[in-house]
């Protein structure tokens, strides 16, 4: 059964360029939560959809957006980057979401924002 | 929102030393997780844990859920270099419907 797949892996944008990031969960998965990964704040929640729906929100600016596809692939949004948007993004897919149990993480997408 | 104190943040020990490291929360939560994270990878899930005071075990690894649902612990027996990489808490609550982690622990095993 394959995994998370997420790309690209890698990405490098300039100061003021959107990027978009995809998330291809679990075959069966309808939950993809996203956060973002930095080694000074940790882990961050970003938003999870489920069913084409986003279902919760972290705190983080309206300029990082997502969506979810009917396939259950999803798709998040940086637009006018900044330079602490260098990250490491990750996406967490599961049945269900809900008690948190079955999140299987991708390798993540690492942005760098020059 | 809900913060996750995880300690220590970063452990240097032994091959075949005992690990222990835990989270604290001001908050309750429903659901207590422990993940493992590579270079390059992402989290890999190790330990769940659903119940207040429940103990669960997954090999080496021993994992708690504090009978006031604000903390949890992690042990490691007779560590191995494998065990290298960082280790996270992880705290869901029904409140808020979303999983939130701790800053991590940082683990290195000398041979």
């Known amino acids: 059964k394959a995994g998370v797949t997420q790309t690209p892996r890698y990405l490098i944008k300039t100061r003021g360029q959107q990027v978009t990031l995809s998330c291809s969960p679990i075959?069966?998965?309808?939950?993809v939560s996203w956060y973002q990964q930095t080694p000074g704040q940790g882990l961050q929640f970003l938003f999870e959809y489920f069913s084409e729906t986003q279902r919760n929100k972290g705190n983080f600016p309206g300029r990082f957006s997502g969506r979810q596809f009917s396939n259950s692939r999803s798709e998040m949004n940086v637009s006018t980057l900044e330079l602490g948007d260098s990250a490491l993004y990750l996406c967490a897919s599961s049945l269900a979401g809900g008690n948190g149990y079955g999140y299987t993480f991708g390798s993540g997408t690492r942005l760098t924002v020059v | 929102g809900q913060q996750l104190n995880q300690s220590p943040q970063s452990m240097f020990i032994q091959e075949g030393e005992d690990v222990s490291m835990n989270c604290t929360s001001s908050s309750i939560f429903n659901t207590w997780l422990w993940y493992k994270q590579e270079p390059g990878e992402g989290p890999v899930l190790l330990i769940a844990?659903?119940?207040?005071?429940e103990l669960t075990s997954n090999g080496r690894l021993t994992a708690q859920f504090g009978i006031t649902r604000k903390d949890s612990f992690l042990n490691i027996s007779a560590s191995i270099p494998s065990d290298v990489g960082i280790y996270f808490c992880?705290?869901?609550?029904?409140?808020?419907?979303?999983?939130?982690f701790g800053a991590g622990t940082r683990l290195t095993v000398k041979p």
């Open positions: 844990l659903y119940k207040a005071g």
């Open positions: 992880a705290g869901f609550s029904y409140n808020n419907n979303d999983m939130r």
């Open positions: 075959s069966g998965h309808r939950s």
